[in-house]
């Protein structure tokens, strides 16, 4: 079985668009998205609505929290704060009750699936270095945990027993300096994992972010992809 894995969209719709046209081409059987739904994009509604109506399983991430209410966007910068008080300001109430009702965390296929870490899934930690994953690997029992939240595609492996650490990457906000939108594609059978990065039209979610008021470094960073 072959299994689409997204995170941190960030309300960039013209990007997630793009990349569920391209799991569709590369004949993934299913999607699942590690969260960071909303927040700096300006098309938040209608990416939760995206996700909410084609039934694909989320967890939750620390904007989305923010966003709905569960959590408090006191660890943002100005800009994300700024960003997350104006998504929290456009979200319908159905959207935020679809957001308050997401886990921190699944299990599938064998693989473990997180926002931020397996050890506090709900504390936000960023794992950016080899130190960090290392101290992650005892937190779950599954070959593999698939992450998000640093918008950074890598993959961190335990030595001796070649369990693995996959960040998927950022389908809406890219910080790897490629800005094409990042996807992970997982095989389920033979544990094999490939990124496909697509191309989207960056100028549509930039006017959007611009047309909305919202900060203009959120829209200028699409371009360089960081
Ligand atoms: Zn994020």
């Not at 994953?133 to 030595?159: I, K, L, S």
């Amino acid at each position: 079985m072959r299994i689409a894995i997204i995170s941190d969209i960030h309300g960039n719709l013209p990007a997630l668009e793009s990349v569920l046209k391209s799991i569709r081409e590369e004949g993934c059987d299913s999607v699942y998205c590690l969260g960071d739904i909303v927040g700096y994009g300006a098309r938040p509604e209608e990416c939760v609505a995206c996700l909410r109506d084609r039934g694909i399983p989320c967890l939750l991430g620390n904007h989305d929290a923010a966003a709905c209410g569960v959590g408090d966007a006191s660890d943002f910068n100005p800009f994300a704060r700024e960003a997350v008080m104006w998504t929290a300001q456009h979200l319908s109430p159905s959207a935020k009750a679809f957001l308050m009702g997401l886990p921190y965390s699944l299990s599938v296929h064998r693989a473990k699936l997180v926002h931020s870490s397996p050890l506090n899934p709900d504390q936000w930690t960023y794992i950016f270095s080899a130190e960090a994953a290392a101290a992650q690997f005892p937190h779950f029992t599954e070959d593999v945990c698939f992450f998000g939240h640093t918008h950074y595609p890598v993959v961190f492996t335990e030595p001796g027993t070649g369990r693995r650490l996959i960040n998927v990457g950022s389908v809406g906000q890219p910080r790897d300096r490629d800005p094409r939108a990042c996807w992970g594609c997982f095989e389920t059978d033979s544990r094999q994992f490939r990124w496909v990065r697509v191309s989207y039209p960056i100028e549509d979610a930039a006017a959007q972010i611009l047309q909305a008021g919202l900060p203009v470094l959120l829209a200028d960073r699409l371009f360089v992809g960081q």
